[in-house]
């Protein structure tokens, strides 16, 4: 069956690195570049040189802009164009390297309403820019479709995968004003995250009720969603109102979507920047390329039970 490639476009080497590398492996029909109107410039260069090798290559392309600035904006674009473009039951291949989490999140609530068969797949750069990756912090905003629901007289859980970002976890808490919180800081030694996660020793966010457990978002030896769950305790759904984020790498993003499908009643919040360093990464790495499927509602449930 054809393949799809859905993938957001960026200014990054890995963007266009990433793309042409799944022209060559994954020979899609159709590819559909997502960008942001905010944006347009920086990513022009990259878009136009996809374009030139999707012709080349007789693939499908559309490009659908859309206004990162607005969540109603986004979603409405979007909403718009993937169904009137992507068939259901279809296959497709969603490149998430660079795939703001907002837009990541509404994505694939689309191919899920879709039911879609979503595979996804992430490339990692060689480096990061060593000052700063992304500043000027927006305030936090419960994502549309899934926000949750919020019952009187519960008071806030926040379930993070936090990376090593502790400055935008302690804007989520001072947002929110949680009673408990369970947070998972990346492990493993790449692109210098043990010296990043120092964060977590920040006076403010020490003094919070948190827990805090090692999430590994890379490692492909066990299931990331049953990682998750096993950190959390069985009665926070009955006993909380419970919001969930992630700040970590892409990958974490994908087992927080996972998560609100078995548990729908708690939300998904948002944590817009302000600015992107224009040397956001350096390359690509295609050794080390993260994959997987994105499973269905059903299949989700039905492990959670075994489980």
Request: aromatic share 10%; proline share 7%; with cysteine.
């Amino acid at each position: 069956m054809p393949t799809t490639l859905v993938c957001f476009a960026s200014w990054e080497p890995r963007f266009f690195e990433g793309v042409n590398n799944s022209f060559h492996k994954e020979s899609p029909s159709t590819c559909i570049v997502i960008f942001s109107n905010e944006y347009a410039s920086r990513t022009a260069e990259n878009r136009k040189k996809i374009a030139q090798i999707a012709k080349e290559k007789n693939i499908s392309l559309l490009e659908i802009p859309i206004d990162l600035t607005s969540s109603i904006g986004c979603w409405s674009a979007l909403v718009s164009s993937l169904p009137a473009n992507i068939s259901k039951k279809s296959e497709v291949l969603f490149d998430i390297s660079t795939t703001p989490r907002e837009a990541l999140w509404y994505i694939l609530h689309i191919l899920d309403a879709l039911d879609c068969r979503t595979r996804w797949i992430y490339y990692r750069p060689k480096d990061y820019a060593e000052n700063w990756l992304s500043r000027n912090a927006l305030s936090p905003h419960l994502l549309l479709k899934r926000s949750g629901i919020a019952l009187p007289g519960r008071k806030t859980c926040i379930v993070a995968l936090a990376g090593f970002d502790s400055e935008r976890l302690a804007q989520l808490i001072e947002r929110y004003e949680p009673t408990q919180c369970f947070v998972g800081r990346q492990t493993g030694d790449q692109l210098g995250n043990p010296t990043r996660n120092t964060g977590f020793d920040d006076p403010f966010v020490k003094q919070k009720n948190i827990k805090l457990f090692d999430f590994n978002c890379y490692d492909a030896s066990h299931d990331p969603l049953q990682k998750l769950m096993s950190e959390l305790p069985a009665d926070i759904w009955e006993k909380f109102n419970v919001i969930g984020t992630a700040l970590g790498p892409k990958p974490s993003a994908i087992t927080m979507f996972m998560l609100t499908q078995i548990h729908p009643d708690m939300g998904l919040v948002y944590i817009p920047s302000g600015d992107y360093n224009p040397e956001y990464s350096v390359g690509i790495d295609l050794t080390n390329i993260s994959e997987g499927v994105v499973p269905t509602l059903t299949s989700i449930q039905m492990q959670s039970e075994i489980s």
